[in-house]
């Protein structure tokens, strides 16, 4: 069983400060998505990464994919409360036409105070 | 382009019941997934269905069961509801065959509670 560790599994912070997510796995992922998810919504994506030492930039947002794609991290520079919300990262492995799976990280649970 | 949409949104059920749940993909998405999430357990995949076959199955009992359309809508069917099946159940499509068949998108959920 493949799993991702995400932490850490809440965050409380001020407005204006910065965070960082994690999420490890012992398992190597052709790709991994960050996914946003508020209450009674479903994951919104992010970003997806597939190449190893890949960053992407979304505004405030900075996602790393680690060199031996089994880790990733979200980076969030001045923290606002619009990003209030659970952050979950998710593996996939060999995406094609034969069938492909997400496999969930636990989340981070993020709440941004004004 | 409209997103992935799911219906009924919330459904009751008794124990011992059944429900079907609904997903409509993203017009041109082929693939279907389907995921339940609870707070114990997290998001956990149950199925993909690609070209009505199912591709690859989670970790659940047979009364967890799916289907896919010609039109690429699918149902996902649970029978004999057990009061642990109460969870939010979304539905993912995705494009296949090109270098963007990674990416999953989700439609708002079905949230289901078995009394």
């Known amino acids: 069983t493949q799993l991702l560790e995400q932490s850490p599994q809440f965050l409380s912070i001020q407005e204006g400060e910065n965070l960082t997510v994690y999420c490890n796995s012992s398992s190597v992922f052709s790709s991994l998505q960050w996914y946003r998810q508020e209450p009674g919504e479903g994951p919104v994506l992010l970003v997806t990464v597939v190449t190893g030492g890949e960053v992407k930039k979304l505004k405030r947002l900075t996602f790393q994919f680690g060199d031996a794609r089994k880790d990733s991290s979200l980076h969030i520079t001045a923290a606002q409360p619009g990003d209030t919300g659970l952050y979950l990262c998710a593996g996939t492995h060999f995406p094609n036409n034969a069938g492909n799976m997400l496999t969930f990280g636990g989340g981070t649970r993020l709440m941004v105070k004004p | ?115």
Request: proline residues 4%; positive net charge.
């Open chain 2, 1 to 115: 382009k409209a997103g992935v949409t799911q219906t009924p949104r919330y459904l009751i059920k008794t124990r011992g019941q059944q429900v079907t749940l609904s997903c409509s993909p993203i017009s041109g998405h082929r693939s279907v997934s389907w995921y339940q999430q609870t707070p114990g357990q997290g998001l956990q995949f149950l199925f993909e269905y690609f070209s009505e076959t199912q591709r690859n199955k989670g970790n659940f009992p047979g009364r967890f069961s799916g289907r896919q359309f010609s039109n690429s809508r699918s149902e996902m069917n649970v029978s004999t509801l057990e009061l642990g099946d109460s969870a939010l159940y979304l539905c993912a499509s995705r494009r296949t065959g090109t270098l963007s068949s990674y990416e999953q998108y989700f439609g708002p959920g079905t949230r289901l509670t078995v009394t």
